[in-house]
T-cell receptor
């Protein structure tokens, strides 16, 4: 059974478009994350939600808006896509925000976004 | 800001050899984790070492942590072709409310 799933796996779109990436975890975890991995493999956290509430919001353009309808889902909506948004976006989850440093984070397979 | 820096950036070895990767960080930490990323896949947790631990083992993996030097090493013994992947260290704590990942070491194990 897939623990953390993301859709779509690949996303190719034109500059200026709006797109969404969906993430679901079936681990019963309270905390979910979005990471961005650039072409040099550098992985940087964007957002973190605990039980549907935003707890980490890195310096991310407000064109990026996460939404958590329930604690098992964390979606990422991106408005007015730019060339620099091209990257692989990973969703992850962990048990509890209180143990954020000691919890294993479980990653989804990633969504490769290409903006043309 | 980036915390962990892995070294080397890339490593190529023959099957059966040992592979050692290093991670250096800048601030104090609560723990350090190592993750593996196979090509085109998400990261997979390998091992966690706490700041009060010096060495930890898991199967063919051995992790050391030297908080005085702010560095950690990951040793994979008797490597296999299936170990080919990128390996990332991630630090937690030190005033940061998130895990901070390094840039990773790309390991290639040749059959």
């Amino acid at each position: 059974d897939t623990a953390v799933s993301q859709t779509p796996k690949y996303l190719v779109t034109q500059m200026g478009n709006d797109k969404s990436i969906k993430c679901e975890q079936n681990l019963g975890h309270d905390t979910m994350y979005w990471y961005k991995q650039d072409s040099k493999k550098f992985l940087k956290i964007m957002f973190s939600y605990n039980n549907k509430e935003l707890i980490i919001n890195e310096t991310v353009p407000n064109r990026f808006s996460p939404k958590s309808p329930d604690k098992a889902h964390l979606n990422l909506h991106i408005n007015s896509l730019e060339l620099g948004d091209s990257a692989v976006y990973f969703c992850a989850s962990s048990q509890d925000v209180a143990t954020i440093f000691t919890d294993t984070q479980y990653f989804g397979p990633g969504t490769r976004l290409t903006v043309l | 800001s980036q915390q962990g820096e892995e070294d080397p950036q890339a490593l190529s070895i023959q099957e059966g050899e040992n592979a050692t990767m290093n991670c250096s960080y800048k601030t104090s930490i609560n723990n350090l984790q190592w993750y593996r990323q196979n090509s085109g896949r998400g990261l997979v947790h390998l091992i966690l070492i706490r700041s009060n631990e010096r060495e930890k083992h898991s199967g063919r993996l051995r992790v050391t942590l030297d908080t005085s030097k702010k560095s950690s090493s990951l040793l994979i013994t008797a490597s296999r072709a299936a170990d080919t992947a990128s390996y990332f260290c991630a630090t937690g704590g030190g005033g940061s409310e998130k895990l901070v990942f390094g840039k990773g070491t790309k390991l290639t194990v040749n059959p």
